[in-house]
């Protein structure tokens, strides 16, 4: 089945710098890549989404890229702000959604 | 309208109790999802299911199961609680095998004493 790996597991940026979240899949057959915030005790909640025929999609300033061949995709944070701080699961779907372990990111003032 | 919603919100119950746990949503999604949260955040799953097929997670022991009277709902049951069960245990639902975004309901806190 799928493995999901994501790192770093805790990451902390000064408020204005760039933060960066990387994981990797093992099933080539996933084609769904979902991004996920959770606030503390709040339920996760989709910030965005690649699917498997994109290398790279931006929305404001969050930007996921994905490379197919390495198994490999990314979730970039730019201009960081202290409301971006929260625990950020990467996902890949094929028949399920199977999550990694989650990055806590801390903005620092 | 709230698309994903369970209940209770919190649960307290002592071990070796047996235990539901209900979702539903009004998506319209015929793909429902079991997750267990523990204290460390990690996000497991422990059953897919849609009209056609039930996946397990194998690593789950056999005292949870899932009941769907209908599409829209995937209730969870678990018999005989153990401390170690202890978790925030979310709902969650989407389209099929489509490439679509997953909603979560707000989530169950369970306590086991």
């Known amino acids: 089945g799928e493995n999901v790996e994501q790192h770093p597991s805790t990451l902390s940026v000064q408020e204005g710098d760039s933060a960066v979240i990387k994981c990797t899949y093992s099933d080539s057959a996933s084609n769904y890549f979902p991004w996920y915030k959770q606030e503390l005790g709040k339920r996760p909640q989709l910030i965005i989404d690649i699917r498997s025929n994109v290398g790279e999609k931006k929305d404001q300033r969050i930007a996921v890229t994905l490379n197919k061949t390495a198994k490999h995709f990314s979730l970039h944070i730019t201009e960081t702000q202290p409301e971006d701080s929260a625990v950020y699961f990467c996902a890949a779907k094929d028949d399920k959604i199977i999550f990694g372990k989650g990055t806590r990111l801390h903005i620092l003032p | 309208d709230t698309a994903v919603s369970q209940t209770p919100k919190y649960l307290v119950t002592q071990m070796g109790n047996d235990k539901s746990i209900k979702c539903e949503q009004n998506?319209?999604?015929?793909?429902m999802y079991w997750y267990k949260q523990d204290s460390k955040k990690f996000l497991k799953i422990m059953f897919s299911?849609?009209?056609?097929?039930?996946?397990i997670n194998e690593t789950v022991p056999n005292r949870f199961s899932p009941k769907s009277p209908d599409k829209a709902h995937l209730n969870l049951h678990i018999n005989s609680l153990e401390l170690g069960d202890s978790a925030v245990y979310f709902c969650?639902?989407?389209?099929?095998?489509?490439?679509?975004?997953?909603?979560f309901g707000q989530g169950t806190r369970l306590t086991v004493v």
């Open positions: 969650a639902s989407s389209h099929g095998t489509q490439g679509t975004e997953a909603f």
């Open positions: 998506l319209g999604h015929d793909t």
């Open positions: 299911y849609n009209n056609k097929e039930l996946i």
